[in-house]
């Protein structure tokens, strides 16, 4: 375990996972109100970097194209990392592939969920570095408990919830 640094600040940002990137459906396409949450999130991620001086992201993530935070980093020349459990880690960790959706109880999906937070914690705490402000994008459920692990490795841990900004409009992205 790391020790709590005084002089860290982590954001963590609770999203629903559909408007982590301004690439349209595949399918569907976006709508407009769709297309414009996706650029207003964007736009909170690029502040966020900015102001806190974010030096590392981790993020959440399980699709092949990049997120819009991976190409902010990279834009700004931060580290990125996929914080996300992989199918393999599920696997070992025997956590159902379709567990979110699959007819488990709801003890057993709080408790893969936990596990799985686990394993994000310590991917980013390998993929930091020497970095000491830390960005952090997850799904929504995971934001508190991950809150409350992170602050072993840090005295600032700050929670955005987009969903309390003007721009936000319920029910466009499933949860």
Not at 40 to 62: G, M
Not at 100 to 111: D, L, N, V
Request: charged letters at 30%; aromatic letters at 8%; hydrophobic letters at 35%.
């Amino acid at each position: 375990h790391f020790k709590a640094m005084a002089d860290c600040e982590i954001v963590i940002v609770g999203c629903n996972h559909g408007i982590q990137t301004e690439d349209a459906d595949a399918v569907f396409g976006d709508s407009e109100q769709v297309t414009q949450q996706k650029r207003q999130f964007t736009s909170l991620i690029e502040s966020l970097i900015k102001e806190n001086e974010i030096e590392f992201v981790a993020e959440e993530w399980s699709l092949a194209n990049a997120s819009s935070a991976h190409k902010l980093a990279d834009a700004n020349k931060k580290s990125w990392a996929n914080i996300n459990t992989t199918l393999a880690e599920l696997d070992e960790m025997k956590i159902p592939r379709d567990y979110i959706h699959g007819a488990y109880s709801p003890e057993q999906k709080q408790q893969w969920t936990r596990q799985r937070e686990g394993v994000m914690v310590k991917k980013l705490r390998e993929g930091r570095g020497a970095a000491t402000n830390l960005l952090v994008i997850c799904g929504f459920e995971h934001v508190e408990p991950l809150a409350d692990m992170l602050r072993e490795d840090c005295d600032t841990v700050e929670r955005v919830d987009y969903r309390q900004q003007q721009w936000y409009q319920a029910g466009l992205f499933a949860d």
